[in-house]
């Protein structure tokens, strides 16, 4: 089981890397489209589509490894006053709830890029598939949800033990 969770934790870490790469390029859209604008007088021909699809991108690939590394907020007034075993099932029940919550979003998502999809519901410009947009954003937040339940998992390993925070894990 350690291999499958070191392999997903190396899926996620790839996803972090995908997601920085296209934080280049839509900065570099953003650059190139401000000088074809203001110095050549011509606009980038659907820039503003690549950086709404970008940054919509970015977001849901950088999801699942903040999972992992618990980077996200959370609120400790009271943490340092429970039992580990306490601790372990309140992170589990949060972790399962942020599953729960991940994967009806997935669901929601899939069948509004399924909706799409029939419709032939296009970017104005560049004729993206928004189906397609909505159907892969869904896959991610799947991926994220998974990241919920393999946090589950670690909260109950006996081996390991899970920080609080993103500052000590994977």
Known sequence: MTAAINLFDKICL????????????????????VVMRYG??????????????GM?????????????????????ILAERFSPMVMRVTRSVSDLLGAGLMGFIAWRVWLQGERLLTYNEV??????????????????????????????????????QVPMNGADSI
């Open 14 to 33: 790839g996803l972090a890397w995908l997601s920085g790469g296209i934080a280049f390029f839509v900065m570099s859209v953003t650059f190139i489209g």
């Open 40 to 53: 050549l007088r011509s606009p980038l021909m659907g820039g503003f589509e690549m950086i709404e699809i």
């Open 56 to 76: 919509g991108l970015i977001v849901f690939t950088a999801v699942p490894l903040m999972i992992r590394r618990r980077g996200n907020i959370s609120v400790t």
């Open 123 to 160: 970017t104005m410009e560049l004729r993206v598939p928004k189906g397609l947009i909505a159907q892969g954003m869904a896959v991610l937040l799947l991926v994220a949800a998974i990241a919920f339940l393999v946090c589950v998992f670690e909260n109950f390993r006996r081996d390991r």
